[in-house]
């Protein structure tokens, strides 16, 4: 019953858990040493998620608790997905917009936009 | 604080999965079988992740949207050690205090359920020094580019947007790390002078501020990745 005792746990869990942190932290450190593109960044995200998984799970405790408290504090931000995913778009068309006007024509004077 | 609990057989949790979930919700009862100073705690984390993303999206949009240059951080943030310099250090080492101040209060979390007051205070105050330590280090990076005319509406290395996020990311995160470090010294103090000794010896209190430091952690996982190696 680990309800009723608190989050008591074996304290090897988390030197695995601190050791791995310091690893990932030293991955993702090591990817600014590599070209831009594709790799660097998925990289980057692999990195991210991991620690990220490994904070919340391992030392807030998230992985021992009940579905219940689970859903409702992870879920929400799912949302904040669509929040990034309408102002990808919209960033995307301002710098269009802005590459349009600001600097030299794109396409020839007379020609339909 | 009173728990429940006391009586294991009036308290038998209802089942787990999507079944546990619907009778979690669905009854006139307490809905997550934590203490309710954890739940707040959960909650409130909840609000912030709200708040911080905001800023990371505002920061995606704007950075998506200049036409200017974005600065490359790999070499504003580099530092000059034995006149080589390496880039991003300093906020490496920014990383690597945080995630050790993380596991120091885990382990504080942990001696704090054992009962064993001296350690989860003693690990509270290092937790709160690394803090203290990591805040140090931010206010010299901000000092390093506001000489270096970064400011939050202009910025002399390229896009001006780098500026304000920069300043309102950071200074945000700083703020938190700030609150932490007076929030872990008050509590030390409290679970070093006994008090929760007379309340039952419920070392609750320690994982919640600890739920509190992680997050501050886990907020800069995402700011590392996507403000500075992005």
Same mark, same amino acid.
Request: charged share 15%; aromatic share 12%.
């Given at each position: 019953m680990a309800q009723a005792e608190g989050?008591?746990?074996?304290l090897s869990i988390y030197f695995w858990i601190w050791g791995l942190l310091f690893l990932f932290s030293a991955f993702s450190y090591g990817?600014?040493?590599?070209?831009?593109g594709l790799v660097r960044t998925s990289l980057i995200v692999l990195f991210m998620v991991l620690k990220a998984g490994f904070i919340v799970a391992i030392f807030m405790h998230m992985a021992w608790e009940r579905l219940a408290l689970i859903w409702a504090i992870l879920g929400p931000?799912?949302?904040l997905l669509f929040l990034i995913g309408i102002l990808a778009w919209e960033g995307d068309y301002t710098v269009l917009t802005r590459l349009d006007f600001f600097s030299e024509p794109l396409a020839p004077a007379g020609l339909e936009h | 604080m009173a728990q429940e609990g006391m009586n294991p057989a009036a308290d038998a949790l209802p089942p787990e999965g999507w079944r546990g979930i619907v009778d979690d919700w669905a009854t006139?009862?307490?809905?997550?079988?934590?203490p309710w100073g954890k739940a707040m705690m959960w909650i409130f984390l909840l609000s912030d992740t709200f708040i911080f993303t905001t800023f990371l999206t505002g920061y995606m949009n704007v950075r998506m949207s200049t036409a200017v240059e974005w600065p490359n951080p790999s070499e504003v943030f580099a530092l000059s050690i034995f006149g080589q310099p390496i880039p991003l250090i300093l906020i490496a080492i920014m990383t690597f205090v945080l995630i050790t101040s993380s596991g120091t209060m885990a382990l504080a979390v942990n001696y704090g359920y054992r009962r064993d007051r001296y350690r989860a205070a003693a690990l509270m105050f290092v937790t709160a020094a690394f803090g203290a330590i990591f805040v140090g280090m931010q206010a010299f990076e901000w000092t390093k580019l506001i000489e270096e005319g970064v400011r939050p509406w202009a910025n002399?290395? /390229?896009?001006s947007q780098f500026g304000a996020s920069f300043f309102k990311i950071t200074g945000f995160h700083g703020l938190h790390v700030s609150a932490g470090v007076v929030y872990l010294a008050v509590g030390a103090l409290k679970v070093l002078r006994g008090d929760y000794e007379r309340r039952g /010896?419920?070392?609750e209190i320690v994982e919640i501020t600890g739920l509190y430091w992680h997050f501050v952690d886990l907020v800069w996982v995402f700011i590392f990745a996507f403000f500075y190696l992005w």
């Open positions: 989050q008591q746990h074996p990817t600014d040493f590599l070209p831009d931000p799912l949302l | 006139d009862k307490q809905a997550f079988h934590v002399p290395m /390229g896009a /010896g419920n070392y």
